[in-house]
């Protein structure tokens, strides 16, 4: 997801199926919460969100649609993430080369690249009116694009799809940063702990620690989960989480922290925190609450934008239909007058 436009697509997709209650998206932590009145819907939640054109994946990190393997990485994913864009750009660039010597030719080409260029953008748009969104800013281009192209305006077409294609990859990069802070807080919890069972050492998952295991944690290991000191007194690198650079000391009976880095010795502590419940989780449970409450003036231009988008492109065709149904005037001038508005 881009942006918080996206998040709402995907909650009209799924807020559509039959059973569900409600839907809501955290754009920050990129979750998907859905409350359902029938069990087993998950296929159903899945589809809805890929035909809205995106990606569900489970909490673990797997997807149904791509395997580690088969994701790009280096450059090849960045030509991956950048192709559309570089493609317009190379087909507009060679278009104006000829505009001088073969202009008919210019003409078609950047004909041509404004159509191909649309080809994913209107696939998109009109997936996104089949779950729910018909008045997306896909749509809103693709009108823009083919008006402009039924102008004979085929420059303006084609700089419009590379402006908005720029837009987006720069709104995914700003978006990409502004979570790379949350998943690096994610990534502090490690995946796998150490647990004491009969005075013998177990290898267990850390998403399946409940409250009262002992665990071991070694020095330069991190704590997957909230826990009491209860072998000896230990020192604990805290800075990930309250930014203070010098460890700390903990003595038994204290609590540590899921997240904190152990300094100086091998020790054992009682996990006081269920799954879901440590101190990272709360954290992430903090920025998702505050990502949900929305200012009042946010909330009215999602109301606004709800209404001005659609009553628009109304007016537009009734400037269009109106005057040559009702007065007999000619169709083209009346296209032409509403499209050089618009």
């Avoid at 000191?229 to 309250?242: G, K, P």
Wanted: with cysteine; aromatic share 6%.
């Amino acid at each position: 997801m881009d942006c918080p436009a996206c998040a709402r697509k995907v909650e009209t997709a799924t807020n559509r199926i039959s059973g569900v209650v409600s839907s809501k998206v955290m754009f920050a932590t990129e979750k998907l919460v859905v409350r359902v009145d029938e069990p087993m819907l998950f296929s159903q939640v899945e589809a809805a969100v890929i035909d809205a054109g995106f990606t569900l994946n489970a909490l673990d990190g797997s997807s149904n649609n791509t395997t580690e393997q088969d994701q790009p990485s280096g450059w090849q994913k960045t030509f991956k993430d950048n192709f559309h864009i570089l493609a317009i750009s190379t087909g507009m660039a060679i278009a104006a080369a000829f505009k001088g010597s073969y202009p008919a030719m210019s003409e078609w080409l950047f004909t041509l690249t404004c159509v191909l260029g649309l080809i994913p953008i209107g696939t998109k748009a009109i997936k996104l009116a089949k779950s729910g969104t018909p008045f997306a800013i896909e749509t809103l281009m693709s009108v823009a694009a083919i008006g402009a192209l039924y102008l004979g305006e085929t420059v303006e077409a084609a700089m419009v799809l590379l402006l908005f294609l720029i837009g987006e990859r720069l709104e995914a990069f700003a978006a990409s940063r502004a979570r790379s802070g949350v998943q690096a807080l994610m990534s502090l919890v490690p995946e796998e702990a150490t647990v004491i069972v009969n005075n013998e050492r177990q290898s267990k998952s850390a998403s399946a620690l409940v409250p009262g295991d002992i665990i071991e944690v070694a020095p330069g290991d991190r704590m997957p989960a909230d826990g009491e000191l209860v072998s000896s007194n230990a020192s604990f690198d805290e800075s990930a989480l309250t930014g203070e650079s010098v460890p700390v000391e903990r003595l038994v009976g204290d609590t540590v922290m899921a997240g904190a880095v152990l300094a100086d010795k091998v020790v054992r502590l009682k996990v006081t925190s269920k799954q879901g419940e440590n101190a990272i989780d709360r954290i992430l449970h903090l920025i998702e609450e505050a990502e949900s409450r929305k200012a009042p003036i946010e909330r009215f231009l999602d109301k606004f934008s709800r209404w001005y988008t659609p009553l628009m492109m109304v007016v537009s065709l009734l400037v269009i239909i109106t005057p040559p149904l009702l007065f007999a005037q000619p169709w083209e001038t009346w296209s032409i007058a509403d499209l050089h508005c618009c």
